[in-house]
Every structure is written in structure tokens, then in C-alpha cells.
């Protein structure tokens, strides 16, 4: 019965080497589909700018035309002049750095400032709900006819936002926005995971990310030329118009299309990838048999597991607890997704500070996340598992040595490398999900992640805001106990390098009885090649 799970396991990743291999089909697809995270830091970044709050002086009893440079400089900010128990009601600001922003249109200042809070809190609440639902809508729809629907309403959003001129509606845009984010990332992700070859999985997904670095510093460039927040706006909205060829280039996950028996529309893309990719195909017959006893082997495996093969919505979020591989694996997904975003914005709140232009500091956040993107030689190499735990060390390590010595540029060094650090770790995190958890369930975890790494940015602020009155290192020692403690957290995962993707809940459990049945050594060779059979990775 083993035997015949880790062949099943890999018939289908055969089928696809066989087919289409990876080659130029893979590589223009994915690079384009990569285009999306070059626009995302316009909406998750941009607030840095457009919510920018310029100095101010209250205005009351001053006249209509008074301006921020013809008051005095001792004016209060929160109360009229020789009134301390009375609220202002009327502000002037500083345009020197900024004409507008949604500070000054709508006066987000003194006792209103909670309402400039709300507009970072509610795309991490619009996010969160997306990655609970995107991730189903994945798993049960199909990845392209999830992501078509919601990538135009980011569009329509994205201008949206510049033309709206009252507070509530800018709210709502920023929540679903925040919605359509995260259940685009649920969709694009799984889709690039899955239409990437075993051996060129890891260079292929970890590449993905490099444009959200040079958005951030896109961003950064934009807003230092252009101070008016609509027009801001407006010009962030524009480069979404490269999401539309989507329609005509995007494709649904072959893989996704066996499991839900559309054999010949998996067919027909799979002689698009061997077309573009100079493969010749196997006969259709013979592709069609391999594929409908790839889909037959899966609905064997995963009815023994639960006794049905139709998985209801509710079902396969209860496949994510009910047995002890799959709930080890997610809650350690859950821990570790929160502690690495957690400490990424940390870190990324103290960067901003490093200079007296927030322009540059974003920049400078942007510029060092590059290298990041580069680390799948590494992890093929050590594994995913060593590189993951190892990257999250590295970060925990800088952030306790800045209580070494109270010395600025060291501070500044130490976030650098612990900003590197993390990225790092978030970029392994999203292929290594999705390579530990089953087809089935792969949308379903990619939310579950996006989810808790959306708590993470979400009560970071607030651990700097309330630690920091303790010692203004306080937050680098709270952040870097979590980021230690997930490092840990992470040897609790199988190691995937070189491995076949499980298909099912079943997959997952019996690699792991094989895993702990083997005898051979902890440190084997971790081999690219997915025709290969399953080999023990270790004890955990």
C-alpha cells in the first residue's frame, strides 16, 4: 500500500516532465504574473506617504487666509490659543514637504488621529478576510476564475481611491482592497507553485517577489515627485492596467484540473506548455491514461483517510486539524507566518527612522529586500527547512545584539541584516507551504498563512507602542524572542527540497510513517530530480 502511494504521489509531476518539462512557457508566464507584486506595495506601502501627517497649528480665532508659516510658532495643536479645555476645530499645515494628504483633507489630527489608524487597520482586515476566503474559493473554483473577478476590482478600486473625496468611502475602498489583495496572492501563488517543475520550484517561486522590492522603491521615487495625494493616487492606479492581459495569458493549474477530472482541458494546456517549451508530446491517449489514473490513484488515497472522496468546504478546513501530521504542520505555519511578518513590519518601523527623508528610508527598505529573492540556490542546497530556521536565527541574533552597544550606525547595521533576515524567511515560508501541504488543501493553508501573518503586521505597531515606554530596545528584544521561538518552531517541519508535492491529507501522513519507518542517516543528499522515489529526510 506504500508503494503504491509514492508512486501515485509522482505520476502526475511525471506526466508533467514528461509532457512540457520547464522551460520558456514556465519562465514568460511566471514573469508575468510576477508583475502583480509590483504594484501591490502601491497599496500597501503607499499610506507611508499618503497618510503622511505634515507639522500643524490649530487656527481657531485666526483668520480664514492664515497660512502654517504666518502663525506663530508656539501655537498649541489640539486646543484654540488661551482655551486649554476646548477642542479645535479648524487647522492649518505645513506644505513645505506635502500639498495634501488624507491628514490634511480630512483633518486626521489631535482627537481624530484614531480615524488615520483605521485607514493602515483596514486593509489588514480586508486582507484577513480575503486570505479566509480566497484560499477556499481557490481550492473549490480554480485559481483563474478566482483571480480574474477580484484583480478588476483592485483595479477599479485603485482609481478609485484617487477620485473619492470623503473619508468613509476611501475606508471602504481600503478594505476591499485589502480583500482582493490577499485572495489574488492566494490564487497567483498556488497557480505559479503548481505550474513549476520540482527540480526549478524554488528559483522560480522565490523570483516572484522580487518586484515587490522595486515597487517599494517605485513608490518612494513616485511620492518624492508628486506631493498632492490625488494625483499620487491616480498615478499609483495607472501601472494596474497590466493586470488585464490576465485574461488572455493566464492559465488554470493543470494540476487542479486532474484532481477535478477536466482531463482534456488539462490536456490542452499542457500541449500550450509543450509547445512553447519545444517538447514533443506524448500521445494524447497515453497523456489522458497517465492523467485519469494519476486522478484515480488520489480519490483512492484520500477516501481511505475520511471515507468519501468529495471534499465539502467545512471538510477540508477540518482536514487542517484532524490528523496529528497535518495539525503540527498547521499550527506551526500559523506561529511562524505571525512571528515573520510580525517582525518584518517591527524592523521596517524602526528603518523608516534611520533618515530625516522618509523618502530615503523607504527606498533603503525597498533596496535591501532585494537580495532576498535569491535565496533558492541556498535552499536547495540545505533545504528549506535548515534555511528557513537558519534565516529566522539570523534575524533573532541582530536584533538581541543591538543591547551589545548604543551606537545609531550599529543599530542601523543590525536592522539592515535583520530586515534581510526576514524577507528572506517570508520568501521560503510561501514555497515551502505550499510544497508540505496537500493539492487539496494548498489554497485553504496559503490563506491560513496570509491570515496569521496578517494578525502579525497588525499587532506589530502596538508592541512598539506599548514595549517602547519600558526602553526603546524593548520591542527588538520582544520581536526577537517570537522570531527565536520560530526558528525552533520550524524543525518541526518535514523537509520538501527535491521532493514530489503531496496530493492529498493521506500523502502528508504516510510520507511521515516512511519518514520515521527509514533508517538511512538525518544529512542524505537532498536530490532536484521528482521522478525519484520518496526518501527519508531525517528524523523530526
Known amino acids: 500500500m506504500a508503494a503504491s502511494v509514492t508512486k501515485d504521489s509522482l505520476l502526475f509531476e511525471d506526466v508533467l516532465e514528461r509532457c512540457c518539462g520547464t522551460g520558456r512557457w514556465q519562465v514568460m508566464l511566471i514573469a508575468y504574473m510576477s508583475v502583480m507584486w509590483l504594484i501591490f506595495p502601491t ?4 499610506m507611508m506617504f499618503v497618510g503622511a501627517s505634515p507639522p500643524f497649528k490649530c487656527a481657531d480665532g485666526f483668520d480664514v487666509n492664515a497660512t502654517f508659516a504666518s502663525l506663530p510658532d508656539d501655537l498649541p495643536k489640539c486646543h484654540p ?4 479645555s476646548s477642542s479645535c476645530t479648524r487647522w492649518v499645515f505645513d506644505k513645505s514637504m506635502y500639498e495634501s494628504t488624507v491628514v490634511t483633507e480630512w483633518n486626521l489630527v489631535c482627537g481624530r488621529k484614531p480615524m488615520l489608524s483605521m485607514l493602515q487597520s483596514v486593509l489588514m482586515l480586508g486582507g484577513i478576510a480575503g486570505a479566509l476566503l480566497g484560499g477556499q474559493l481557490t481550492d473549490r473554483f480554480g485559481r483563474r476564475p478566482v483571480f480574474l473577478p477580484v484583480m478588476l476590482l483592485v483595479m477599479a478600486c485603485s482609481f478609485s481611491a484617487a477620485l473619492v473625496g470623503d473619508y468613509v468611502s476611501f475606508v471602504v475602498i481600503r478594505g476591499i482592497t485589502g480583500f482582493c489583495m490577499s485572495t489574488m496572492i492566494a490564487s497567483q501563488y498556488v497557480l505559479v507553485t503548481e505550474l513549476s517543475g520540482c527540480k526549478h520550484r524554488a528559483a ?15 513608490v518612494a521615487a513616485a511620492s518624492y515627485g508628486i506631493r498632492t495625494r490625488w494625483l499620487l493616487q491616480l498615478a499609483f492606479a495607472v501601472p494596474s492596467l497590466l493586470f488585464l492581459p490576465n485574461f ?27 509547445h512553447w517549451n519545444r517538447r514533443k508530446m506524448p500521445p494524447d491517449e497515453e497523456v489522458l491514461k497517465l492523467m485519469e489514473e494519476a486522478r484515480r490513484g488520489l480519490l483512492v488515497r484520500e477516501a481511505a483517510l475520511k471515507g ?5 468546504a467545512l471538510q477540508r478546513v477540518l482536514d487542517m486539524v484532524l490528523t496529528k501530521r497535518m495539525r503540527i504542520y498547521t499550527l506551526v ?11 518584518y513590519f517591527g524592523i521596517s518601523f524602526d528603518i523608516t527612522q534611520l533618515s530625516s527623508s522618509p523618502h530615503l528610508a523607504v527606498a533603503l527598505s525597498g533596496l535591501v529586500e532585494i537580495p532576498a529573492a535569491f535565496v533558492y540556490p541556498l535552499m536547495d542546497r540545505l533545504g528549506r527547512r535548515l534555511s528557513q530556521s537558519g534565516f529566522l536565527l539570523i534575524t533573532a541574533i541582530c536584533m538581541f545584539s543591538t543591547f551589545i552597544k548604543e551606537d545609531r550606525t550599529l543599530w542601523t547595521v543590525l536592522g539592515l541584516i535583520a530586515k534581510l533576515g526576514v524577507t528572506s524567511a517570508f520568501n521560503i515560508i510561501c514555497i515551502y507551504v505550499s510544497e508540505y501541504m496537500p493539492t487539496q488543501q ?7 498563512m496570509q491570515t496569521a501573518a496578517r494578525i502579525g503586521g497588525a499587532v506589530s505597531p502596538f508592541v512598539v507602542d506599548l514595549v517602547s515606554g519600558l526602553h526603546e530596545l524593548a520591542p527588538s528584544a520582544v520581536f526577537g524572542a517570537v522570531v527565536l521561538l520560530a526558528s525552533l518552531a520550524t524543525l518541526l517541519l518535514p523537509e520538501t527540497a527535491g521532493q514530489p508535492m503531496p496530493e492529498t491529507v493521506a500523502d502528508v501522513e504516510e510520507a511521515y510513517r516512511r519518514r520515521k519507518a527509514a533508517s538511512a542517516p ?7 530530480v521528482c521522478n525519484a522515489a520518496m526518501q527519508p529526510d531525517g528524523a523530526l
Open 333 to 343: 505555519t500559523c506561529f511562524v507566518s505571525f512571528a515573520i511578518a510580525g517582525s
Open 43 to 46: 497599496f500597501a506601502m503607499s
Open 522 to 528: 538525518a544529512d542524505r543528499k537532498l536530490s532536484g
Open 248 to 274: 488572455w495569458l493566464m492559465p488554470e493549474s493543470p494540476r487542479w484540473l486532474v484532481l477535478q477530472g477536466r482531463l482534456d482541458e488539462a490536456l490542452a494546456i499542457l500541449h500550450q506548455a509543450a
Open 308 to 312: 468519501t472522496n468529495k471534499s465539502s
Open 81 to 84: 490659543l488661551g482655551d486649554n
Open 442 to 448: 494548498r489554497g485553504l493553508a496559503m490563506g491560513i
Open 204 to 218: 522560480l517561486t522565490t523570483v516572484t517577489f522580487l518586484p515587490f522590492s522595486f515597487g517599494t522603491m517605485l
